[in-house]
């Protein structure tokens, strides 16, 4: 397999993000300057003893920072990074993620995130407040995803499970349950507002989203498969943004290996078979909407 240096680069900026640790910081603790470290995240060719330096200060290991194999990834911040880095130059994304794609979805929802992100940590969280802080940094790479899908417009396959929406509508858009009988009715009001855009998609079938809904429960592991002009990738997630949102635990992998690619794509077929589409799926949407506000 080919080593693509851009790639290197990209990889160690997501980390280097997620690290918390300046551009300084990094280059004075290995002994470069800090225009080096900007060059190598563009893609200009590092030493190997550099990148063995990069790696430990960073705490990841050289093939993840090579891209030999799979990528794994123990942060939503870097994982987030990757992505967008990743969509720069993606032709169709096939996204199976929960009741909501990100980058399909609403004003409302956008408005929502970073309040339902901060409470989905834990209050007990020993280092709660680095945590927080971490999605306040997630949220400018998220807008520039969102930035970049909208200029771009790349083909999107969204694959979204009806038990999913379903549960996503009983609780509401939150980051946990225990949240005050006010705050949860009006999140509830938002998710109903989230699955009504979900319908408005699908009803305006616009030819280049197209939107499955599965009858009952998918793969709990999320995953995205990115074509490019010359690969595809392969992202797998525990990270959630959505119903039940998830940036704090987790290891995230990224990998261009055929066999995985294959057996997800296999796995993208026979869900799409299965899926309802267009005013199907529509009609689907609207009786568990009204279900759920009955």
Known sequence: MSIRFDDIGNRLKAFRLASGLSADDIANRIGISRTALYRFEKGEVAKIDTLEKLADLLDVSVPTLLGVGVEYIPSALAFFERLRQIEETTEHIVVLAGPVSFLLA???????LEECLSESIPAEEADRDRAVEQVRELLPILKQRKETYLERQPGILNLISGAEIE?????????RLDLPEDILKERRARARAEAEHLVTMMEDEL????IGIVPGTLPHTSFQIFRQADRKVLAMSPFR????????????MI?????????HERTVQDLW????????AAKFMRQLIARQSG
Do not use: K, M, W, Y
């Not at 030819?207 to 197209?210: C, E, K, L, S, T």
């Not at 990998?255 to 057996?263: D, R, V």
């Open 106 to 112: 609403s004003d409302v929802f956008d408005q929502t």
């Open 167 to 175: 549960r996503f509508l009983q609780n509401g858009l939150v980051g």
């Open 207 to 210: 030819i280049a989203v197209q």
């Open 241 to 252: 943004l959505g119903e039940q949102p998830n940036v704090h635990g987790g290891i995230a």
């Open 255 to 263: 990998t261009s290996a055929p066999e995985a690619l294959e057996l």
């Open 273 to 280: 078979r299965r899926a309802l589409r267009g005013a199907e």
